[in-house]
């Protein structure tokens, strides 16, 4: 039964395209055409370098971080919510996501760069690759408008969708190196401005423990510090339920991003002995409403929103301004109160279900 839930997984995720290969890793610094955007992209991996390439990572673990910087450049006929990939012809700057440079760097030159201006962190999901998970940072930045410098932190997915449990497990190996780097990103920051930190899928698992862990070890003026955004959360609900009760209200509140017809997330119950992931509740749930309410998050069904994309990145569709959606000074422009919530495409605006709290 696991075999075949697996190779259904495998199936649904992939899909029929090809995926590109760390070769697009390699730096062009050719000239840089009309149109083209620069993003610098703060990076720090647990996972171990590739031998054979440098600048990139692959799956192996590594206990030591990694601290870069890359420099991608966005094309000039760039769709919103879309990564233009290399193709048969190659990787061209006038057409695709290039890497333009690499930078190694120090832990404190990391931080020294990050206290010259904000930044707001991604965390991926499962059956990510390093390079996806790169360039998905750049076109959220470009996409979502988000003032902040990007930065992204990437953890040891196999990037396949066959290796759920070891993905948990590398997820599970990041949370201190997670946690360092919240640390880093909230150290002068003041309360009233906070760091944005969207984090998809497994990402969110892992950023949930994380935030548990800063908890447990007095440091809310982290906490205080950042505003979490969950995508997709891949979370056992009663999980969730037990992190809220020790993490407790946050003073900026926890977002979560949930549509009814992730098959990704049903595929993922299905291999959790049949326990609700936390992406899949539904708003409409007296059960869930009071969930939001006592805990002071915001749950948001955006289910509605079309996607060509797998509906697990639905969320990807949103930030990007797809979907319409209004975006002031926070991710989630009006969503300012803790409740349940369902995002109307017709006009882009969030309906509250139920009872709603102001934050």
């Known amino acids: 039964m696991l075999g075949r839930l697996l190779l259904i997984l495998t199936l649904a995720l992939a899909g029929c395209a090809a995926r590109p ?6 730096p062009d610094a050719g000239a840089l055409p009309e149109g083209a955007r620069l993003v610098r992209v703060l990076t720090m991996t647990t996972r ?27 094309p000039p006929g760039h769709r919103p919510g879309k990564i233009e990939w290399r193709d048969r012809n190659g990787s061209s700057a006038d057409r695709n996501f290039v890497v333009r440079s690499r930078q190694t760097l120090s832990r404190d030159a990391f931080a020294k760069r990050l206290s010259r201006e904000g930044a707001g962190l991604y965390v991926h999901g499962f059956n990510t690759r390093f390079h996806e998970a790169l360039f998905r940072t750049a076109q959220l930045s470009v996409d979502a408008h988000i003032e902040e410098k990007p930065v992204l ?30 640390r880093l990103l909230t150290k002068g920051r ?3 401005d906070a760091v944005p930190v969207l984090a998809h899928s497994m990402g969110a698992r892992l950023t949930m423990e994380t935030l548990v862990q800063l908890r447990l070890a007095g440091r809310d003026d982290v906490l205080d510090r950042i505003e979490v955004i969950l995508a997709a959360p ?3 609900i009663d999980l969730f339920r037990a992190q809220m009760v020790s993490l407790g209200p946050m003073k900026h509140p926890i977002t979560v991003l949930v549509s009814s017809d992730d098959l990704a997330l049903k595929l993922s119950s299905q291999l959790s002995a049949r326990r609700i992931r936390l992406g899949l509740v539904d708003v409409r749930d007296p059960a869930v409403q009071r969930l939001a309410v006592a805990t002071g998050i915001r749950i948001v069904d955006i289910t509605d929103i079309p996607t060509d994309d797998p509906v697990h990145s639905r969320y990807v569709g949103l930030l990007s301004g797809e979907a319409g959606a209004v975006v002031e000074n926070t991710l989630f422009g009006e969503v300012r109160l803790a409740g349940a919530f ?3 495409q017709v006009g882009g605006v969030f309906t509250g ?7």
């Open 234 to 236: 891949d979370i056992d």
């Open 21 to 26: 290969g760390p070769e697009v890793l390699a």
């Open 342 to 344: 369902v995002f109307n």
């Open 153 to 182: 932190f990437t953890w040891p997915s196999a990037g396949y969708p066959g290796a759920y449990l070891a993905d948990r497990d590398a997820s599970d190996f990041s949370r201190a190196a997670l946690a360092d780097l919240l």
């Open 353 to 359: 279900i139920g009872d709603v709290l102001a934050d």
């Open 190 to 192: 003041s309360a009233s």
């Open 48 to 74: 171990a370098p590739e031998a054979n390439l440098p600048g990139a990572f692959g799956d192996s673990r590594s206990i030591r971080p990694s601290w870069l910087e890359y420099e991608v450049s966005v």
